[in-house]
């Protein structure tokens, strides 16, 4: 096969940043993606329907004019302890807020004003659950007791589990998961609960973090983990399941915030997203499967419309730049410098 053409894919999980850095990244993702989710983990976070219609409006202006009516940012509201149930109903009749994220306090990056306590939300929830706004989910448990590579299996267990069984109505995305325990997890859970998997957990396991010496471009949190589990993800991204969608993730940190005493979580993957999809498609000889994955599952899952252009990919070998521009700084694309065996035309 040399060439495949699917529908436009859309990213359902991005952080796009602001100001320069935005102006920076989003070129990248709107060039393949029609649509994408919208981290909302800015500092200040985007905690109110107000600052989500800021913030939105941002982006909007911040797209070159070639992209200007081929991309729709599609929003979120940042959970916290006290997110009123009315914020929920504002969020709802916005008509451009599509979920709401919770991030557990201090469990990644520009999450300290995230949830300490689930139990604190749990009207929001309902509130969520009965006008139908999706939970979307980074699932893992902040316990400075849990091992870093156990910290998404023990939220399943005590945070997940028990809040699918509160909240049976409650359409979830398990955000970027990382381990089989995930995908069994998700699998068997009612057809409200979904889950986004990463370029990165596809084509990588936690070897990668320490190949030669420290790899701080292969940091990300939930961090990479075991063979195994890479290979759960792949057989849930590339078995046709419409509860498994492409979500990036792509994080963009400048290179000095990255190759640092304390480096900061989050791999890049904008410039070159569908691609490196279509790397960890072809590796498991599922190419076919791409386009449910990238393309429909995800729209689906949102009850929104699937795209009706479509892009096509060429087998032509190119290499990814070393770096890129950063407002001012250099950000490290994923595998910079390596080359890639499809490029999207
Ligand atoms: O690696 C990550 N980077 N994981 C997250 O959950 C947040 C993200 C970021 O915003 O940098
Ligand atoms: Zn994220």
Redesign the pocket.
Known sequence: MSSITITRPDDWHL?LRDGEQLRAVLPHTAKQFARAII?P?LKPPVVTVDRVLAYRARILAALPASLQSGFEPLMTLYLTDNTPPSEIIRAKESGVVQGVKLYPAG????SDAGVTDIAQCYATLEAMEQNNLPLLV?GEVTDPDVDVFDKEKVFIDRILAPLTQRFPDLRIVFE?VTTRDAVAFVKESSSHVAATITAHHLLLNRNAIFQGGIRPHHF??PVLKREIHRQALLEAATGGDPKFFLGT?S?P?SQASKENACG????FTAHAAIELYAAAFEQAGALDKLEAFASFHGADFYQLARNKDSITLNKESWVIPEQLEFAGEKLIPLFAGESLAWKMV
């Open positions: 952080h981290m983990n469990a990644t990056t520009h980074h970027h990300c949190l993730d994080a940190h900061c979580a989050g791999i």
